[in-house]
């Protein structure tokens, strides 16, 4: 019997399908067929479309969320974990050390020992020394980024490679941390960890291109359906449009191409004929070859300033010493105001997204102020500007979100008590300013609308902890921790839709983000009903299944299992 017309391709049925609609409609059942959502109610309604061939999953109660759209994400870095010496998963500075020493071993053709993902924490004042790695590696140079990447931590053959001495000046914007007799002690801040970056051989394209590949499964499997690159140089973008153009993207991805490689893309037009290029390729796909209309480069990227750590977030007011004194420092910004204003102003004239990374209350400030100069001077539009990261946030500049239409991009994991804030960052911030930190509920309060990324792999890429956080201000590790400014807690609700409707609204998946008759199929199926009273936490909850306009691309077991 052949399928009928009007038939589903597949059926999901007695579950909790939180839609995430305008309307927050939770029904019991979805149906899609093709790219798209058929039908969305009650069992009887979705079992209709039945036909021969359609698959059908009793979801015994599971919930079905839409597709996650992460609005800040690395993932090149996250699938170049797989090549490089990976640390994030150390804790003690022994640890780290040795899991260098093995690397080194095990990769003894490797001219270079590139990593990436230890923790300030781990060390006194967040400052790592060059005769740790020296002790394991001393013939190979060593360059070892931090878990911000902020920062990185070298070994002394890296150092004279780049021929940094006690007599090497301070780059503009960066710092190369010293002894009090200036001899540098192997850890290298902002714009200084180009002194040595720029030596290390880039990656080859196949390289790149199995990078995104293997953080395309990898965020499937955490229920993202999207993303936008927080950051993409000429070598990635090449590798995405090699991915895309052989079919290989099922993601739906906006990447944010560096404002620091502008002249490598030839400056503001040559980035909008990279962008038709890439949209060209999309309009040339033919039919049943989603992967090139699934990426777009349609927003640049600015790095306002540092961290909050390391004292390269810029403040209105300075940082405090030990005694709580103001010092003389508030912070690096890494583009004179001005020229932050004239390049919003030329980008957001040629239908750039801007998506900002501002940490301190200076930063965010000046990216509104950004913003606000581009509405001055091009007139309102449809523009979709975001500020990432957003950790301190002037009370003052709370409502100028909403007015200027800004999208408030955050990393909800964040906010909470652990070392780094509560050692490195609440110290140096004093008790007024650690109070604005991260005001979730207050931007919501102001109207402002609301994103969430993750940031990996300065974090997890997995939504759960992060939303988890956003509701509880709870570092999921101790669950039995005081909450951080608990008034800015969300609800599961605002959590969940800033994860799918906020998110997707950022990236211009306008027909994703929720769930409704005749929108795209982007669809998670959790392990567990979040509605039920034996849930338990939410940062534990699992996806078992996701689904990117209409096709499965993650299973963890047969979902009829
Ligand atoms: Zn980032």
Redesign the pocket.
């Known amino acids: 019997m052949p399928q009928p017309a009007h038939a589903a391709d597949l059926i999901l049925h007695r579950g909790r399908v939180m839609t995430m609609a305008p309307d927050g409609a939770e029904v019991q059942a979805i149906a899609v067929a093709g790219d798209r959502i058929v039908a969305l109610g009650e069992d009887r309604d979705a079992l209709a479309l039945r036909g021969p061939r359609t698959r059908v999953v009793d979801l015994r109660g599971r919930t079905v969320l839409p597709g996650f759209t992460d609005a800040?994400?690395?993932p090149v870095s996250g699938g170049l974990r797989h090549v490089e010496c990976s640390l994030d998963r150390f804790a003690t500075a022994e640890d780290l050390v040795r899991a260098v020493a093995a690397y080194a071993a095990a990769n003894p053709d490797r001219a270079w020992i590139v990593g990436e993902g230890w923790s300030m924490e781990t060390f006194p004042g967040g400052i790592p020394r060059r005769e740790a790695l020296d002790a394991v590696v001393p013939d190979r140079p060593v360059i070892l980024w931090n878990r911000d990447?902020h920062g990185a931590w070298v070994n002394s053959r890296a150092l004279e490679v780049a021929g940094i001495t006690d007599a090497t000046a301070d780059p503009p914007l960066g710092r190369i941390e010293r002894d009090p007799d200036g001899t540098p002690v192997g850890m290298l801040q902002e714009a200084a960890v180009e002194l040595v970056m720029r030596l290390v051989p880039p990656h080859d394209p196949e390289t790149l291109e199995r990078a995104v590949v293997d953080a395309q499964a990898e965020l499937h499997s955490l229920g993202i359906t999207g993303w936008q690159d927080?950051?993409v140089d000429p070598d990635q973008l090449a590798a995405y449009r090699a991915v895309a153009g052989r079919g290989a993207l099922t993601a739906r991805v906006v990447l944010a191409l560096g404002s620091g490689e502008l002249d490598s893309y030839g400056g503001p037009d040559g980035m909008v004929a990279l962008r038709e290029a890439v949209a060209a390729d999309a309009r040339a796909e033919p039919a049943g070859s989603p992967g090139v209309r699934r990426l777009a480069a349609s927003a640049v990227k600015f790095f306002v300033d540092g961290v909050m750590e390391n004292c390269t977030g810029a403040l209105l007011e300075p940082y405090l010493d030990a005694g709580g004194r103001p010092t003389s420092e508030a912070g690096i910004l890494n583009f004179p105001p001005d020229r932050l204003r004239h390049l919003a102003v030329e980008l957001d004239a040629r239908g750039f997204q801007l998506h900002y990374?501002a940490i301190g209350d200076r930063a965010v400030r000046e990216a509104l102020d950004a913003i606000e100069a581009a509405r001055r001077a091009n007139g309102a539009r449809d523009a979709r500007h975001h500020i990432?990261?957003i950790q301190l946030i002037h009370p003052a500049d709370l409502a100028r979100f909403r007015a200027l239409d800004a999208i408030a991009n955050a990393q909800p994991l964040w906010a909470v008590h652990e070392p780094q804030m509560d050692d490195l960052t609440i110290p140096i911030l004093g008790p007024e300013r650690t109070a604005w930190q991260y005001p979730f509920g207050s931007l919501l309060r102001a109207g402002a609308r609301l994103a969430f990324?993750s940031?990996w792999t300065?974090s997890t890429a997995d939504p759960f902890p992060q939303i988890e956080v956003a509701v509880r201000r709870v570092w999921p590790g101790r669950r039995d921790g005081v909450p951080f400014l608990p008034d800015e807690r969300l609800t599961l609700g605002e959590a969940l839709r800033a994860a799918t409707v906020g998110s997707a609204f950022v990236n211009r998946h306008d027909e994703a983000g929720w769930l409704g008759p005749g929108r795209l199929a982007d669809i998670v199926v959790l392990d567990r009903d979040l509605g039920a009273a034996d849930a338990g936490p939410i940062g534990d909850t699992r996806v078992v299944a996701t689904v990117v306009g209409g096709e499965v691309v993650f299973e963890a077991a047969a979902l009829e299992g």
């Open positions: 800040h994400t690395h990447g927080a950051h990374h990432a990261h990324g940031d300065v």
